[in-house]
T-cell receptor, first 110, second 117 residues
Framework: TQLLEQSPQFLSIQEGENLTVYCNSS?????LQWYRQEPGEGPVLLVT?????EVKKLKRLTFQFGDARKDSSLHITAAQPGDTGLYLC??????????FGRGTSLIVHP | GAVVSQHPSRVICKSGTSVKIECRSL??????MFWYRQFPKQSLMLMAT?????????EQGVEKDKFLINHASLTLSTLTVTSAHPEDSSFYIC?????????????FGPGTRLLVL
């Protein structure tokens, strides 16, 4: 059983649409990070959230950490083709090994 | 920021040969380095965790004699895929953290694409 459940696994949308990616767990995390990865490259850190209820914005991306620090979401407004990539959530904290969610493969069509 | 490099970026080898991949932290000292494996369109799977000067801790199902990890200094870890076979073909990614705790931020390298013929 994966510690972090990420959904949806695949998302194919048109330019200008909004989307939300979810990352859920039954465990509490000290912090949760979101990464974006392009084919053939390593993951690039987008944001780290550490406080329950925290909301962070990065241009058209909005990240939210759940009050209980068990879940997080990534919302993209008016998606652009340049947003295409694999989005990964990554939880750290506690006595377990930091772990990645299974990833969300996003394709934004022009 | 913290920069992690990997070398080579891609490698093609014949079945039965060994391949060494280097992971370097360029502007910080990495107490802990992690090695991940990633198949196409899938997430990263942790293979092993290595701390400088000690033996690596391998995840369940990862053969330690197959994937040799050396973390000889605070800026360098190496992964050697021994007697590589086509099923070892994958994208290998390392990460490095300054501290040894589970809450430390990991900084990822750009990955190494291995193709075994």
């Amino acid at each position: 059983t994966q510690l972090l459940e990420q959904s949806p696994q695949f998302l194919s949308i048109q330019e200008g649409e909004n989307l939300t990616v979810y990352c859920n767990s039954s465990s509490v995390f000290s912090s949760l990070q979101w990464y974006r990865q392009e084919p053939g490259e390593g993951p690039v850190l987008l944001v780290t959230v550490v406080t329950g209820g925290e909301v962070k914005k990065l241009k058209r991306l909005t990240f939210q950490f759940g009050d209980a620090r068990k879940d997080s979401s990534l919302h993209i407004t008016a998606a652009q083709p340049g947003d295409t990539g694999l989005y990964l959530c990554f939880g750290t904290g506690g006595s377990y090994i930091p772990t990645f969610g299974r990833g969300t493969s996003l394709i934004v069509h022009p | 920021g913290a920069v992690v490099s990997q070398h080579p970026s891609r490698v093609i080898c014949k079945s039965g040969t060994s391949v060494k991949i280097e992971c370097r932290s360029l502007d910080f000292q990495a107490t802990t380095m992690f090695w991940y494996r990633q198949f196409p369109k899938q997430s990263l799977m942790l293979m092993a965790t290595s701390n400088e000067g000690s033996k690596a801790t391998y995840e369940q199902g990862v053969e330690k004699d197959k994937f040799l990890i050396n973390h000889a200094s605070l800026t360098l870890s190496t992964l050697t895929v021994t007697s590589a076979h086509p099923e070892d073909s994958s994208f290998y990614i390392c990460s490095a953290s300054r501290g040894g705790g589970t809450q430390e931020t990991q900084y990822f390298g750009p990955g190494t694409r291995l193709l075994v013929l």
